[in-house]
């Protein structure tokens, strides 16, 4: 694998993650349990969109195919995504969207917080962006999980029922393989080891402020990296994808 | 000779841009406008996005296409740099005052305050009646770099322009 094909592969997934996850929090528009968070969950996708354009933007560069990042997010099929399994899981109740936003900022955070040392301007450039917003959303959502976590009696059942249900998609966040090891040596990537000791830490704070149990399901769900999604990323792309397939090459 | 108008020139006919969310302050004075030059026959106008996903960039860029075709400069190529960061703190303190009158409590802040990822809402003085008894209702208001406040004294809501 060369190191050009190790980087697109990278920005991929990087890329596709902020994009399906703000896809995901888009779908609350109009259904927020308040006006005001309402508005905080778009804002949130808003500027997780806007990190996808970017880094998938790069990415179609370092292919060198003209593929722009519109062509990345609309005219892939599922096996040729690679967000994190986390990122696509539905977004059920409130409490369920709250803990599958807090475990995935909370990576992103951390993850951020060395891509802005990478070797590769331009990551490092769209990370110390990127990282400023991050810090916004995880404030957000931590405070969520205290406020319904040491909430009431069903609040806190319906985060602790979240949290359950998605501790098995951690995991696949801090496994490294040939590509992450390729461009951990050039210094373009971090050490995901760190990563996830740094994660483990915080959510372990958090969870236990928030009087939540920390899961103890052992099971991992992975493939992402693969191409191996759930049941359902084909839907979600179903529906991201509609309107730009059904017209080739409309304009504005 | 590509055009009859000067790089200055060029700079002081942009800083007529606003921007589109807070029409008091002008693209210049927001530090989105980073550079103005010719290269081979196109006009080339660097610009840093604000936050990831604004969506008023691109509104940015078609004020920037239609303010040059007015002086015939047809050729325009725009370029966003993402390095260095934008920051609020590039909003000049004249810029600020500009905020605050309009009904925006500009940033207090000189930087992100990282160690505050629970932390609690700051005091901010009321742009309206300038009273601190203030308080947050949400991190994230009607555009991506505000946050909604209400003044507890004067009981009007009013946007904060938060720090990055």
Known sequence: ?252 | MVSNYSIEQIFKLLSEIPDPEIPVINIIELGILREVKFVDEVCVIVITPTYTGCPAMKVIEDDIRIKLKEIGIEKVKVELVYSPAWTTDWISDEAKEKLRAYGIAPPDHSSVDKKVLLGKARDLKCPLCGSIHTEMISQFGSTACKALYRCLDCKEPFDYFKCL
């Open chain 1, 1 to 252: 694998m060369t190191l050009q094909e190790a980087k697109f592969e990278y920005l991929l997934r990087l890329g596709d993650s902020s994009l399906i996850i703000g896809h995901r929090l888009s779908e609350w528009c109009g259904h927020g349990p308040i006006l005001e968070e309402d508005i905080a969950l778009i804002n949130i996708a808003l500027d997780f969109v806007g990190n996808a354009t970017s880094i998938l933007g790069y990415a179609g560069q370092v292919e060198g195919k003209g593929r722009t990042e519109d062509d990345l997010a609309f005219m892939r099929g599922e096996r040729e995504f690679r967000n994190l399994l986390i990122t696509e899981q539905p977004n059920g109740d409130f409490a369920n969207t709250i803990a599958r936003q807090f475990l995935f900022d909370t990576y992103m955070f951390f993850l951020y917080e060395e891509l802005k040392s990478s070797k590769d301007e331009t990551i490092a450039a769209i990370a110390v962006k990127s990282h400023k917003e991050i810090t916004y959303h995880l404030r957000h959502t931590s405070e969520w999980m205290l406020r319904l976590g040491d909430g009431t009696a069903e609040s806190h059942e319906r985060l602790q029922n979240g949290l359950n249900d998605l501790w098995m998609f951690t995991s696949e966040m801090f496994d490294m393989d040939e590509v992450d090891t390729l461009l951990m040596k050039e210094g373009i990537a971090p050490d995901l080891n760190k990563v996830k000791a740094n994660w483990e830490k915080r959510v372990h704070e958090v969870l236990t402020e928030a009087t939540l149990e920390i899961p103890t399901t052992t099971f991992k769900q992975k493939g992402s990296k693969e191409g191996k999604h759930s049941e359902h990323l084909g839907f979600l792309l179903a529906e991201m994808q509609y309107v730009h397939r059904a017209y080739p090459g409309a304009k504005w």
